[in-house]
């Protein structure tokens, strides 16, 4: 695809619902991230794959959240037993090299969860 | 704690004027400072980044100054243009432990008026 693509778009979940988001990478991108965005905030480092391996999950606020690459293209944030403190957009990054300082990033327009 | 302070908040600027958004960081392992400029219901897009090795970088109507020893850079917009209104982040990261791991300052929300 021509960018990065985030799925779905919307989603709102009970308080305590598991829900998944998937981000599709530019075809080709070795790195991958996820970032957390609340409402009026800067985005805050989830996650980060360089292809498959899952290279740093420092940022995952809880054991709830989840994520994976299996087959180092699509990825999976998943989030157990949803909180009101979870919502946020969730967004995806790629980029084409492994480990570049300047190597342009690429986001995704994020999923925007809600938890009732 | 918040490694990358971002200000003003929010930034009002007539058609034509010059735009200045600060930041100061903590970090001094950070080796790479972009801006990122975000629409509504968009995600972020790079729009210019610098090297602490140089003080300043152009690029079109879009300046970065870099002060190294006051840890502190800022972005100029020449020209403010109503299509500028946005949504502006710096963010600063380091290459060891992660690759292109950003850290992000609050934002600051930009207005051109005509």
């Known amino acids: 695809g021509a960018g990065v693509s985030q799925s779905p778009r919307y989603k709102v979940a009970k308080r305590g619902q598991d829900v998944a988001l998937r981000c599709d990478p530019i075809s080709g991108h070795v790195s991958l991230f996820w970032y957390q965005q609340a409402l009026g905030q800067g985005p805050e480092f989830l996650t980060y794959?360089?292809?498959?391996?899952?290279?740093?999950k420092s940022g995952l606020p809880s054991d709830r959240f989840f994520a994976e690459r299996p087959e180092g293209s699509v990825s999976t944030l998943k989030i157990q037993r949803t909180q009101q403190e979870d919502s946020a957009v969730y967004l995806c990054?790629?980029?084409?090299?492994?480990?570049?300082?300047?190597?342009?990033?690429?986001f995704g327009s994020g999923t925007q969860l809600s938890v009732l | 704690q918040q490694q990358v302070k971002q200000s003003p908040q929010s930034l009002i600027v007539q058609k034509g004027g010059i735009s200045i958004i600060n930041c100061a960081y903590e970090?001094?392992?950070?080796?790479?400072f972009p801006w990122y400029q975000q629409f509504p219901g968009k995600g972020p897009a790079l729009l210019i980044a610098i090297r602490p090795d140089v003080s300043e970088k152009k690029e079109g109507r879009f300046t970065i100054s870099f002060n190294k020893s006051a840890k502190q850079f800022s972005l100029h917009i020449m020209d403010s243009q109503p299509g500028d209104s946005a949504t502006y982040f710096c963010a600063a990261s380091r290459v060891t432990g992660g690759g292109n791991k950003l850290t992000f300052g609050t934002g600051t929300q930009l207005k051109v008026e005509l």
């Open positions: 794959f360089q292809n498959e391996a899952q290279l740093d």
């Open positions: 990054a790629s980029s084409l090299a492994r480990v570049t300082p300047n190597e342009k990033l690429f």
């Open positions: 970090n001094t392992a950070f080796d790479y």
